[in-house]
């Protein structure tokens, strides 16, 4: 059974670093052809794919987020994580990863194609001051 926890800070003031980090068991993040991705769901919202880094470490990211985010991994530990710059309290929301079946073609990705199979519970995290 594939399973992932995020972990990190539930409160972040503005226009720090928002840092979470998602540990995956049961599956390894190499594995091809998968990639691992991030999400969020702001309140009242739908859910919003940021990006995702590849089973062969490439990264894709969403262009709402490309200036201000990236996405690391530590295959040793075998988890991968989410930096998110200079942070707005609009960027107050669940955080989730998932194991992403998606599909990338040159500097093209399509998150989620043939779906987004395992998630993390998630992570609430707040911007406030």
């Known amino acids: 059974q594939v399973q992932l926890q995020e972990s990190g800070p539930g409160l972040v003031k503005p226009s720090e670093t928002l840092s979470l980090t998602c540990v995956v068991s049961?599956?390894?993040?190499?594995?091809?052809?998968?990639?691992w991705s991030w999400i969020r769901q702001p309140p009242g919202k739908g859910l919003e794919w940021m990006g995702s880094i590849t089973y062969g470490g490439n990264t894709f990211y969403s262009p709402s987020f490309k200036t201000r985010m990236s996405i690391s991994r530590d295959t040793s530990k075998n988890q991968f994580s989410l930096q998110l710059n200079s942070v707005i309290p609009e960027d107050t929301a669940v955080y989730y990863c998932?194991?992403?079946?998606?599909?990338?073609?040159?500097?093209?990705?399509?998150?989620?194609?043939?779906?987004?199979?395992?998630w993390g519970k998630g992570s609430l995290v707040t911007v406030s001051s």
């Open positions: 049961g599956d390894s993040i190499t594995t091809n052809y998968y990639a």
């Open positions: 998932a194991r992403d079946q998606g599909v990338y073609s040159g500097n093209y990705y399509y998150p989620g194609y043939y779906g987004m199979d395992y």
